[in-house]
């Protein structure tokens, strides 16, 4: 399990010091701590991310910099156990919470008089991130595929992979050069497509390294809730609000056309686990707005609060009835939908007739395509 977050400030005057822990007793000594801060200041001290590896304390460190030019020299650690890895949660999710925490950090310095009140909201958001970040090991298999979908690491090695089969270094490698970066550990990435069947990891005879095939491609996208649109042609829950209903899910499909910025949209809601489990509750019913199931813990302020997004993003609609009760309706369920990736077999035979693949690479490959083909 993740172990939690220290947040350091550097000056000129003090030099590197600790300004919050969480939980209280998780210590990491200044000797580490000062690992992570040249890590970062290598070069050109500029605002980024670097992983450490402290094996005194046994954890690897994900850790975000403000920037030696930055009014506050803030560096946010994520402490994690060794064999974690922040590829496990996603680069887009660990960012968000680090400008999350950059937003408390900045109103704590702004405004004095309420320092300890936001530093212990600050506190609580980071109790309530490590217990989301938590979560994220559980995803089902859509829920990773949509995962894969939100990094751009992700996007990039499905993009690869869609070409021809290629070695794991042949793939590391490549990956690299087009994301003009360095990147240290490609099995995290690779386990995601393990895991939901995209692909498949095998042995070619006379290969010094394994070789990686796509099994199955994948898309994110809207579609029509059945159930609901079902429900209100029977003029369900009353017609007044199903007519309503039917017509602006009518409407929305006569436009929606899939893009990129959208299918994001998508996979930020699929990966947090407390809104898919509501957009799946959605699916079968609307619910007046008082009579939305609550968390432990949860206020109807939070409920309305993520319910605002969701209907910005033309998730959910909110519609209100004759007697002004407001019921929420799924205007649009999101999936990941796989299939079969026919386009991959006229690519792999001429990658073979351009001798850009070896011959027993596109035999196991047709051989794995037909495979599941047959299935």
Not at 284 to 293: D, F, G, L, M, Q
Not at 349 to 374: F, G, M, N, P, T
């Amino acid at each position: 399990m993740t172990k939690g977050y220290i947040i350091t400030n550097w000056t000129e005057d003090q030099g590197l010091e600790v300004q919050l822990s969480y939980p209280e007793d998780l210590v990491v000594d200044l000797d580490d701590m000062m690992r992570i801060f040249y890590a970062h200041i290598t070069g050109a001290g500029e605002a980024g991310n670097v992983v450490v590896r402290l094996e005194k304390a046994h954890s690897n460190v994900s850790s975000y910099f403000t920037g030696m030019e930055s009014e506050n020299q803030f560096m946010i650690n994520f402490i994690m156990e060794l064999g974690e890895d922040p590829e496990i949660f996603g680069e887009a999710v660990l960012s968000e919470i680090n400008q999350n925490i950059l937003f408390y950090l900045k109103s704590i310095n702004q405004n004095a008089a309420n320092r300890l009140d936001i530093t212990n909201e600050l506190t609580d958001y980071i109790k309530n991130s490590l217990t989301y970040l938590e979560r994220l090991k559980n995803l089902t298999k859509e829920q990773v595929m949509a995962q894969i979908y939100n990094s751009e690491k992700g996007r990039m090695i499905l993009e690869i992979l869609q070409e021809k089969p290629y070695t794991k270094k042949e793939l590391h490698n490549l990956l690299e050069e087009k994301m003009k970066k360095f990147i240290p550990n490609i099995d995290i990435l690779l386990s995601h497509f393990v895991k939901t069947d995209l692909v498949r990891q095998d042995w070619i005879e006379g290969d010094s390294d394994i070789s990686l095939f796509l099994l199955s491609d994948f898309i994110l996208i809207r579609s029509p809730v059945n159930k609901l649109l079902e429900d209100a042609k029977k003029g369900l829950p009353n017609p007044y609000i199903a007519k309503k209903y039917l017509e602006l899910a009518t409407s929305y499909f006569s436009y929606y056309k899939p893009t990129e910025a959208d299918n994001l949209k998508i996979a930020s809601h699929m990966i947090n686990p407390d809104i898919f489990d509501y957009i799946i509750l959605f699916r079968e019913r609307a619910y007046p707005i008082n009579k939305v199931p609550r968390g432990p813990g949860q206020t109807f302020d939070q409920i309305r609060s993520f319910l605002s997004t969701l209907e910005a993003d033309h998730i959910i609609k909110i519609i209100k009835d004759e007697s002004d009760v407001e019921w929420i309706f799924l205007l649009t369920d999101i999936t990941a939908h796989k299939f079969y990736p026919e386009y991959l077999i006229e690519k792999v035979r001429k990658a073979v007739s351009e001798d850009i693949l070896k011959k027993e690479s596109a035999i196991k490959q047709l051989e794995l395509l037909e495979q599941i083909y047959k299935k």
